[in-house]
């Protein structure tokens, strides 16, 4: 503090802010590192006392991050990008699938399908926050199918059997004869001779 007489007192805050009080409060609104001086002035002339990087101030930790791609088929790497903001020092991945990383910017191998949760911890003097998103595994598809029988007599009844293996959503079969059908299993009618090539 300051000692003798004086007559007038200046703080600078090293944020813009000042005052003119004896004991002082500052609120700083911004994160940084900032030098404080305070002026005495009086009858014994003027001193100024200045403290270098003296206040630190942090910004809350907010963290997030992108990843490419969030779906695919098995094996999946999907490469991750941190875009946390604020004062953190650490971060933290899990995968989901039992794996975990401490890189800024990591990569992983999905080898099972599912739906995996992936979360990111940023943590350091601006406090702790957590990202989470979510990437979708699947399984490759194999097209696949039977049919009985396969010959016969016009006005044949054929009875399609879909064995394709795989995560899908939807099938669409083509019966060689301008006919179509999304069922799992249809039974098709072929009412003229002919060679037909089924997809």
Same mark, same amino acid.
């Given at each position: 503090?300051?000692?003798?007489?004086?007559?007038?007192?200046?703080?600078?805050?090293?944020?813009?802010?000042?005052?003119?009080?004896?004991?002082?409060?500052?609120?700083?609104?911004?994160?940084?590192?900032?030098?404080?001086?305070?002026?005495?002035?009086?009858?014994?002339?003027?001193?100024?006392?200045?403290?270098?990087?003296?206040?630190?101030?942090?910004? *809350?930790?907010?963290?997030?991050? /992108? &990843?490419?791609?969030?779906?695919?088929?098995? *094996?999946?790497?999907?490469?991750?990008?941190? /875009?946390?903001?604020?004062?953190?020092?650490?971060?933290?991945?899990?995968?989901?699938?039992?794996? /975990?990383?401490?890189?800024?910017? *990591?990569?992983?191998?999905?080898?099972?399908?599912? /739906?995996?949760?992936?979360?990111?911890?940023?943590?350091?003097?601006?406090?702790?926050?957590? &990202?989470?998103?979510?990437?979708?595994?699947?399984?490759?598809?194999?097209?696949? +199918?039977?049919?009985?029988?396969?010959?016969?007599?016009?006005?044949?009844?054929?009875? +399609?059997?879909?064995?394709?293996?795989?995560?899908?959503?939807?099938? +669409?079969?083509?019966?060689?004869?301008?006919?179509?059908?999304?069922?799992?299993?249809?039974?098709?009618?072929?009412?003229?001779?002919?060679? +037909?090539?089924?997809?």
């Amino acid at each position: 503090g300051s000692t003798g007489s004086y007559s007038s007192l200046s703080w600078n805050f090293g944020d813009g802010g000042t005052s003119t009080l004896t004991n002082s409060t500052h609120n700083y609104t911004a994160g940084g590192v900032y030098t404080v001086s305070l002026t005495a002035s009086g009858p014994g002339g003027t001193d100024t006392e200045t403290k270098t990087n003296y206040i630190t101030v942090y910004t *809350p930790v907010a963290a997030g991050f /992108t &990843a490419s791609p969030t779906s695919g088929v098995v *094996p999946l790497t999907v490469n991750f990008t941190n /875009t946390s903001t604020g004062s953190y020092t650490n971060l933290s991945w899990d995968f989901g699938d039992g794996g /975990t990383s401490t890189a800024v910017n *990591p990569s992983h191998v999905y080898t099972s399908n599912g /739906t995996y949760t992936v979360v990111l911890t940023a943590s350091g003097p601006g406090g702790t926050s957590q &990202a989470i998103s979510t990437i979708n595994v699947y399984v490759p598809t194999v097209a696949s +199918f039977s049919t009985a029988p396969t010959s016969g007599i016009a006005h044949l009844s054929v009875t +399609f059997t879909n064995t394709s293996t795989g995560d899908f959503s939807s099938l +669409f079969w083509d019966f060689g004869d301008g006919s179509n059908s999304s069922e799992i299993n249809p039974v098709h009618n072929y009412s003229s001779s002919g060679v +037909f090539t089924i997809s």
